[in-house]
Structures are given as structure tokens and as C-alpha cells.
């Protein structure tokens, strides 16, 4: 019984890696984008005083995060040799998450902010993402730095710091996950 709990295991674990590296490949290809959460920036939210041109004023990365965000950037070199889009929302630990990886110029998208306690619209930055990626074309690499509320919003899944999503293209609802990708 042990032998057949193993090997189901075993088969398991082979399609899941193997479903991996396809994502992995289609993200190659500009067939799929990988979505992911700004590193770590320890609390929840940005303070009463928040305002976007400020990074004092909103929660940042600590050196755990800034170190995530260093090697998710060493993670996409050993991936490709391509030239990566970044974009990435406004607040500074998604600006510096991407600036940190070090794999293409950052391009801010509004799109991408939060909607986090009242700061944005869901539902139109929501629609507004997935129509900007159901029409535009992708030829290269694309990463797009966000936040967790986005990420749950467009997928329904949790992700934690620095977690990644590859999401097939063209976007559309329901959004299909190729893989999770953990920080």
C-alpha cells in the first residue's frame, strides 16, 4: 500500500513539474504573464497619511524583501535571455520589487494599484487589466508587479509575498493559472 501511495505521489509531482515548465515556457514565448505580489513589506495596507508620491508615508520593504525581489531577478535571467517588460503599480514596494529584480526598465501601470481599503476601483481596475492584456499584443517576457487584493481579484488565489502567478494569454475571465510560483 505504501509502494501505491508513493507512486501516485511520484506521478503526481511529475505533472505538476512538468505543467511548471510549460508555464514557465509559454511566459518564454509572451504566450503567458507572470503576476506577482510585491515582495515583503511587513503590515497591512499604508498608513492614514499615505500619499503615492511619498514612499515614507507607505508600508515598504524590509531587507527580507529587497533580497526576495533580488532574486526573483536572478530567477527570470536564468529563464531567459530576452529582453523583459516590467510594469508595475505606483506604491513604492511594487515599484522597488521591480527596480530590485533588475531585469528591464519599470514602466508604472495604474492599473496595477491597489484597490486596497477604498484607495482604488476593483471592479475598474479589474476590467480595465484584463482588456489592456486581452488586446494589446505580447512579443517578449512580461512581468507585472502588483498586490495581493489584485492578484485575488483577477484569480481567486491568495498569493503571499513575493508568490507569482503565470497566467495564460489573451487574458480573459476566467483567468487561467498556468502554475504558482513561490518567492
Given at each position: 500500500?505504501?509502494?501505491?501511495?508513493?507512486?501516485?505521489l511520484?506521478?503526481?509531482?511529475?505533472?505538476v513539474?512538468?505543467?511548471?515548465?510549460a508555464?514557465?515556457?509559454?511566459?518564454?514565448?509572451?504566450?503567458?504573464?507572470l503576476?506577482?505580489?510585491?515582495?515583503?513589506a511587513p503590515?497591512?495596507?499604508d498608513?492614514?497619511?499615505?500619499?503615492?508620491?511619498?514612499?515614507?508615508?507607505?508600508?515598504?520593504l524590509?531587507?527580507?524583501?529587497?533580497?526576495?525581489?533580488v532574486?526573483?531577478?536572478?530567477?527570470?535571467?536564468?529563464?531567459?535571455?530576452?529582453?523583459?517588460?516590467?510594469?508595475s503599480?505606483?506604491?513604492?514596494?511594487?515599484?522597488?520589487?521591480?527596480?530590485?529584480?533588475?531585469?528591464?526598465?519599470?514602466?508604472?501601470?495604474?492599473?496595477?494599484?491597489?484597490?486596497?481599503?477604498?484607495?482604488?476601483?476593483?471592479n475598474?481596475?479589474?476590467?480595465?487589466l484584463?482588456?489592456?492584456?486581452?488586446?494589446?499584443?505580447?512579443?517578449?517576457?512580461?512581468?507585472?508587479?502588483?498586490?495581493?487584493?489584485?492578484?485575488?481579484?483577477?484569480?481567486?488565489?491568495?498569493?503571499?509575498?513575493?508568490?507569482?502567478?503565470?497566467?495564460?494569454?489573451?487574458?480573459?475571465?476566467?483567468?487561467?493559472?498556468?502554475?504558482?510560483?513561490?518567492?
Open positions: 500500500m505504501k509502494l501505491v501511495k508513493w507512486l501516485v511520484l506521478m503526481f509531482s511529475a505533472n513539474l512538468a505543467d511548471t515548465e508555464a514557465w515556457q509559454a511566459w518564454q514565448k509572451g504566450k503567458a504573464l503576476v506577482m505580489r510585491h515582495a515583503l503590515g497591512i495596507g498608513p492614514a497619511n499615505f500619499q503615492l508620491a511619498d514612499c515614507s508615508t507607505q508600508r515598504n524590509n531587507s527580507q524583501g529587497q533580497q526576495q525581489a532574486v526573483w531577478g536572478q530567477r527570470l535571467r536564468q529563464r531567459t535571455t530576452a529582453q523583459i517588460s516590467v510594469y503599480s505606483q506604491w513604492c514596494r511594487c515599484l522597488d520589487t521591480a527596480s530590485y529584480m533588475a531585469v528591464g526598465e519599470v514602466k508604472p501601470l495604474p492599473i496595477l494599484n491597489s484597490f486596497f481599503a477604498g484607495r482604488g476601483s476593483r475598474q481596475q479589474t476590467a480595465a484584463i482588456e489592456y492584456f486581452a488586446s494589446s499584443t505580447v512579443t517578449q517576457p512580461t512581468v507585472l508587479v502588483t498586490h495581493q487584493v489584485n492578484l485575488t481579484e483577477l484569480t481567486g488565489i491568495f498569493p503571499k509575498s513575493a508568490e507569482a502567478l503565470i497566467i495564460a494569454l489573451p487574458l480573459k475571465k476566467p483567468v487561467k493559472v498556468l502554475a504558482r510560483v513561490a518567492p
